[in-house]
């Protein structure tokens, strides 16, 4: 970087130059009643003099308010974006003034600090996404490599070969579907998957839904109940809005003991659509709530459920790309209920 002078030779000439000839202005106007002729040369010498004093304290005076106010400040701003641009999230630059007496350089500083503190925030989100996806990607990997060197064994029997076959099998559909939902919740938040919305019977949707999981309430003894209208068309993406309502429902099922029941309630109004899908399973606490949409999140800190903490952020970003929302109500042991709410005009005949 180019070293500035002290003393800028140019600004001085500039002023001097000005005072010049502002003086000659002043002698012409002056001219018809004072003789500037009868002045002595020493009276000319001085008064130059004098005006190269005014001028080079004029530009000294100049140059230090420049350097306090600005080249200072600025100074220590790049020296703050360098030590940024470094990687030091933890860069903060203390503003010139206070908030009622701030500047345009101030603006910039704050904006600059806010900037850096979500860059901060950022780059502890990506910390922390990559070491979620390495301890869910390991997980199942682990599984199936132990299990994979135990089929090696001479001395396994038929059953222990099916069970770990089994095991591999699982464990690689959980990876699988780990690495199908990073993927399509990248797409949602890049925008690379376009929403296609199209008229479709939302009833209809959520009865297959529901029927997929027949398997899991006949087989635990979970008792599910469904309370829909025979008909509800709304505009929005098909096969996005699956993803939400299986994610749902999977949950529920999830957390529910198998004395417990999942309902399934939809409603609708001209203006909007209803779904209501609750649980009596063992609910979540405030701080759990507060939570539950962030990325690998899982309530279960001991990670005895089966799950990526992917599906409710998925379903998150597939509603906020349909203009529709979601709310959580939970009761510590009684069981949770997810409210999703669908704006837009309704007809439960299908007609426009």
């Known amino acids: ?19 010049v000839v502002f003086t000659t202005i002043q002698n012409k106007i002056l001219g018809a009643y004072i003789d500037f ?3 002595p040369a020493s009276y000319v010498v001085i008064i130059t ?5 005014i001028s080079a304290a004029f530009t000294i005076f100049t140059r230090r308010q420049i350097i306090r106010s600005y080249e200072k400040p600025l100074k220590q701003f790049a020296k703050a974006t360098k ?4 990687g030091d999230f933890s860069v903060y630059v203390r503003p010139l003034h206070t908030a009622d007496k701030a500047d345009y350089l101030d603006v910039m500083i704050d904006d600059f600090n806010k900037m850096v503190a979500e860059l901060g ?20 990997l ?4 132990n299990y994979a060197e135990l089929l090696l064994k001479d001395s396994l029997t038929e059953s222990q070969r099916k069970e770990y076959a089994s095991a591999i099998v699982q464990s690689s559909k959980k990876l699988s579907g780990l690495i199908t939902n990073i993927l399509k919740l990248n797409k949602l938040e890049q925008q690379t998957i376009q929403s296609v919305p199209s008229r479709y ?33 709304i505009e929005a993406d098909e096969n996005l809005m699956e993803l939400v309502w299986n994610n749902l429902l999977s949950n529920a099922f999830k957390f529910t003991g198998e004395t417990g029941t999942v309902a ?39 990670h005895a459920m089966e799950g990526n903490g992917l599906g409710l952020p998925l379903a998150l970003r597939v509603l906020q790309i349909a203009g529709a929302t979601i709310n959580v109500r939970s009761v510590v042991g009684e069981g949770s209920e997810f409210t999703v709410r669908i704006p837009g005009k309704v007809m439960e005949d299908g007609r426009q």
């Open 1 to 19: 970087m180019k070293k500035v002078s002290h003393f800028p030779v140019g600004v001085f000439m500039i002023t001097f130059f000005v005072l």
């Open 142 to 145: 682990s599984g199936i490599q």
């Open 201 to 233: 019977d939302l009833c209809a949707q959520l009865a297959e839904c529901a029927l997929q999981f027949e398997g899991i309430w006949e087989s635990t003894g979970i008792e599910f109940e469904a309370d829909i209208e025979d008909k509800a068309i």
């Open 37 to 39: 002729t009868q002045i």
């Open 83 to 86: 030590e940024v641009a470094g």
């Open 264 to 302: 399934m309630k939809q409603t609708s109004t001209d203006d909007e659509a209803v779904v209501r899908i609750s649980d009596t399973g063992c609910g979540m606490s405030e701080e759990t709530i507060s939570h539950i949409f962030d990325k690998f999140y899982q309530g279960d800190t001991s």
């Open 49 to 53: 003099i004098y005006w190269i004093f």
């Open 121 to 140: 925030s950022i780059e502890t989100l990506k910390t922390e996404f990559f070491s979620n996806v390495s301890h869910e990607i390991k997980t199942p």
